[in-house]
């Protein structure tokens, strides 16, 4: 069974910074891609980034049109994290983040790949 623990949410002003971190245990972890997602009030969780799974010291790593150049995906094997650094955050980035555990090792932008899901961080931009 794997778990996933998401942290590093908060509130924070337009323009601001900040980094969110998942933690797995239980598994395997370097071998499956790992994905941000997030849902604001009254809409469906959308896809914000994947990191790809083990290839060597090569990781590949997909944005959504809407965080691209601003969000940064990355991953520790060893520690069993992956991380999603947040710059210039904006009103509408407000939602609750979630990681998740791919089911395999290429990049995923649908939540049907995923198999693991964490609990959520709120993370709230004020303006």
């Known amino acids: 069974q794997v778990q996933l623990v998401e942290s590093g949410g908060g509130l924070v002003q337009a323009g601001g910074s900040l980094t969110l971190s998942c933690a797995a245990s239980?598994?395997?972890?370097?071998?499956?891609?790992v994905g941000w997602f997030r849902q604001a009030p009254g809409k469906e969780r959308e896809f914000v980034a994947v990191?790809?799974?083990?290839?060597?010291?090569?990781?590949?790593?997909e944005y959504a049109d809407s965080v691209k150049g601003r969000f940064a995906i990355s991953r520790d094997n060893a520690k069993n994290t992956v991380n999603l650094q947040m710059n210039s955050l904006k009103p509408e980035d407000t939602a609750v983040y979630y990681c998740?555990?791919?089911?395999?090792?290429?990049?995923?932008?649908?939540?049907?790949?995923?198999?693991?899901w964490g609990q959520g961080t709120q993370v709230t931009v004020s303006s």
């Open positions: 998740a555990r791919s089911r395999d090792t290429g990049l995923a932008v649908s939540a049907s790949r995923y198999d693991y």
């Open positions: 239980g598994s395997t972890f370097s071998n499956y891609a």
């Open positions: 990191i790809s799974g083990s290839g060597g010291n090569i990781y590949y790593a």
